[in-house]
């Protein structure tokens, strides 16, 4: 899934002191929320990204050659206890996540083109509560995760016009069951 660094990105990474970035966006009901690796704000695509510094982490992105479906994990710690009703009440199952490493240059700007490491959908959060902080860890799965899901339609006019209301496609197929049709020959 991963694609390759630009030719600014890749030149930055060679050089002695390599300044890599993490980007992250979470799309939740709410509202999406855009954080990096380092600290304070940064800009970078027209948009703000707040920084998080060493309270965040992400797990290892897996590439593999095979078709299947590989997961990452996004851990923020030191999350004030008031904000994990937010939490917990925010719907994430299905939202999307976005996954982007960059280079920084000596001015500690973004070079161009982050390359985008991993697309996926948002699964469980498991919260650690701590007292005054606690610890998020969000679980995040490939969307190749969504062939295995199992998908049940039926070819009736019930389940068509569920679908597709007004949609006459389906109204005649049970007709056609008991249907004699003259074919070749005479009639």
């Known amino acids: 899934m991963t694609g390759r660094l630009s030719g600014a990105a890749e030149a930055e990474s060679y050089k002695i002191v390599a300044r890599p970035v993490l980007l992250v966006e979470f799309g939740f009901t709410s509202g999406t929320s ?14 703000d990204w707040l920084g998080v510094g060493t309270l965040g982490q ?6 593999t050659l095979e078709v299947r479906a590989a997961g990452a994990s996004f851990e923020l710690s030191g999350v004030p206890a008031d904000l994990l009703t937010h939490v917990m009440t925010e ?17 500690w700007a973004v070079v161009p083109d982050p390359v985008l490491i991993f697309r996926g959908l948002m699964d469980t959060v498991d919260i650690r509560d701590g007292g005054p ?4 860890t969000l679980l995040a799965e490939n969307r190749l995760r ?3 899901r199992l998908r049940v339609r039926n070819y009736t006019d019930a389940d068509q016009q569920a679908e597709y209301p007004g949609d006459r496609g389906l109204e ?16």
């Open 172 to 187: 005649f197929v049970p007709a056609l069951q008991t249907m004699t049709i003259p074919w070749g020959g005479s009639a």
């Open 91 to 107: 719907p994430l199952q299905s939202r999307p996540v976005k996954l982007w490493l960059g280079f920084m240059d000596e001015d």
């Open 58 to 63: 992400v797990s290892s992105v897996e590439e």
């Open 34 to 47: 855009r954080l990096w690796s380092g600290l304070g704000t940064l800009s970078w695509n027209g948009l």
């Open 133 to 136: 902080t606690a610890t998020i």
């Open 146 to 148: 969504d062939l295995e």
